[in-house]
DNA sequence: TTAAACTAGTTTGTTTTACAAACTAGTTGT
DNA sequence: ACAACTAGTTTGTAAAACAAACTAGTTTAA
C-alpha cells in the first residue's frame, strides 16, 4: 500500500487485523466494527472491501451454514495478508506521529 | 465533516493546523507538508484542497508580491475554520483509540 | 540572450474509498 | 402469512488524492 493510500485505506488494516484475530463472516464482522466504534459502518462498505482483499489474495474464504439464517461466508487471513498487515501497522504508527506533530504545535 | 469522512480527510485536518500556526501560502504549504513526513505531497493535491476550503468558508485568502518569483496567495484561518480544526482533533483522537483497539489485539 | 531551473499556482482526468440504497434469499417468531 | 432478523450482493454516486500537463514570473548560468 503506498503511503498516501493510508489516508483512504485504514479501513482495510483493521479489517484485516479483525480476520487475523478471529474466524469471522462478513455480517458478523460489520457489527464487530460497530462494537469498536466505527458506528455507521455498513454492509455495503464491507462487502465491496473483502470482495477486494479476497481478489488481490489477502484473505480467503468458505462458505459453512448457518444456524440463524442463509449461508455464511467466512474469511481466513493469507500469509500474504499477514504481511500486508503488518506493513500497515508501520505506517499507521508513523501516519500517528505525523499527524500529531502538526497539530500539537497548535494545542499549546 | 461525517466521521467517516475522516479515514480520508486527514489531510485537510492538518492543511487546516498549519495555516492557523503560521501565515503561509500555498507553494510553501506543500514543503511544509513534505518536511513533516508527507514526503509524496504535491501541488495537485494542495492546491484544490485549499479551493475547497476557501470555498466553504474555512479559510481566506490575499495575493501578495514575491521577492522570487510569481505572486503568492496567502491564506488564514477563520473563525469557522478554527471550529473545525478543534471538531477534527477530536475526530483524530478518537479514531486514534479506536484503530489502536483493534490494532492492539494482534500485537500482543 | 537564451535556455534551464526554480518559484507559484491552475486544470484535467483517473483511480480508489466509502456510502446509500435497493436488491435476493434463508430463517424465526407471531 | 407476514414482519423481523440474518447474510450477502449489486448499482450508482460523491469525494479524496494523485499524476501529469499546463501557464507564468524570476533567477542563474552558458
Known amino acids: 500500500m503506498k503511503e498516501t493510500q493510508l489516508l483512504k485505506g485504514i479501513l482495510e ?8 484475530e478471529q ?7 460489520v ?3 460497530r462494537n469498536y466504534g466505527f458506528t455507521t459502518i455498513v454492509g455495503g462498505t ?5 470482495q477486494k482483499l479476497e481478489k488481490q489474495g489477502l484473505i480467503t474464504s468458505s462458505e459453512l451454514t448457518s444456524p440463524d439464517g442463509p449461508n455464511r461466508k467466512y474469511f481466513f ?3 500474504e495478508g499477514e ?9 499507521w504508527s508513523s501516519l500517528i506521529v505525523k499527524v500529531n506533530r502538526i ?6
Do not use: A, H, W
Open 46 to 50: 464491507i462487502y465491496p472491501l473483502l
Open 77 to 79: 487471513i493469507t500469509t
Open 83 to 91: 504481511q500486508q498487515l503488518e506493513d500497515f501497522k508501520d505506517q
Open 13 to 20: 488494516g483493521c479489517v484485516l487485523s479483525i480476520i487475523k
Open 103 to 108: 497539530l500539537e504545535k497548535n494545542g499549546e
Open 23 to 29: 474466524r469471522i463472516y462478513g455480517y458478523e464482522l
Open 31 to 33: 457489527q464487530t466494527m
